[in-house]
């Protein structure tokens, strides 16, 4: 079983839909959550960074994390046609630098006009 | 603006050829990563590197060897390429430190190698 689940779609949205993307874990000691956002033929580039449970908004993303059933989410409001991306949810335990990312296999995400 | 360059963006390889893939970060730091994407395994680490001339395995280190002679400089190397190294790779960086954010990636924007 993996450590990280994630579906991996592909979710295709109209234009201005709210748009759920989810990961769940198995590790308990992840306290470190962090969405990624890669677009077609490029790297992943920082979403959303989040410690230990609760929510994090900047924009129209929110990020929210329940430690307690191992699962965390990112939303997306008014979703956008550049919002069209692959999105990879990461962890780790700690915060030290080089400490393990452990990745979901991300979701693609379609926006339509 | 902060930059991991991977100069090649598309490489077409023949089986038993030795390939090199080459990243090279501005950001003066210390932490240097190699990683494979593949459909529906997501990213897997190969190789990491805390310092110059320093590596350590990652997950999945087997038919790959890595280099770093200058801090702002890591090379992936497959000795004898195989078809089932067909992947697109990622290298990506970190500072070093505790907290801040300090395991936050910073990717290039990858190589993808078909190995025929």
């Known amino acids: 079983q993996k450590e990280v689940e994630q579906d991996p779609g592909p979710l295709s949205v109209p234009e201005g839909a709210i748009v759920s993307l989810n990961c769940t874990y198995s590790n308990s000691a992840f306290q470190y959550f962090m969405w990624y956002r890669q677009y077609s033929r490029k790297g992943p580039e920082l979403l959303m960074y989040?410690?230990?449970?609760g929510n994090k908004e900047d924009g129209r993303f929110t990020a929210q994390v329940d430690k307690s059933s191992k699962y965390i989410s990112l939303f997306i409001r008014d979703s956008q046609p550049s919002d069209s991306a692959t999105y990879l949810c990461?962890?780790?335990?700690?915060?030290?630098?080089?400490?393990?990312?452990?990745f979901g296999e991300g979701t693609q995400l379609t926006v339509n006009p | 603006d902060v930059k991991v360059t991977q100069s090649s963006r598309y490489l077409v390889k023949r089986t038993g050829e030795k390939v090199f893939l080459e990243c090279v970060q501005d950001m003066d730091h210390e932490n240097m990563f190699w990683y494979r994407q593949d459909p529906g395994l997501g990213l897997r680490l190969i190789y990491f590197?805390?310092?110059?001339?320093?590596?350590e395995k990652g997950d999945i280190p087997e038919g790959y060897s890595v280099s770093r002679e200058k801090k702002e400089r890591f090379s992936l190397i497959l000795e004898s390429a195989s078809t089932n190294q067909t992947s697109m790779y990622l290298c990506?960086?970190?500072?070093?430190?505790?907290?801040?954010?300090?395991?936050?990636?910073?990717f290039g924007a990858g190589s993808r190698l078909t190995v025929l």
């Open positions: 989040t410690y230990s449970s």
């Open positions: 590197s805390y310092d110059v001339k320093m590596k």
């Open positions: 990506a960086s970190t500072s070093y430190g505790l907290g801040s954010g300090a395991n936050v990636l910073t």
């Open positions: 990461a962890m780790s335990a700690r915060e030290t630098s080089g400490s393990r990312l452990t």
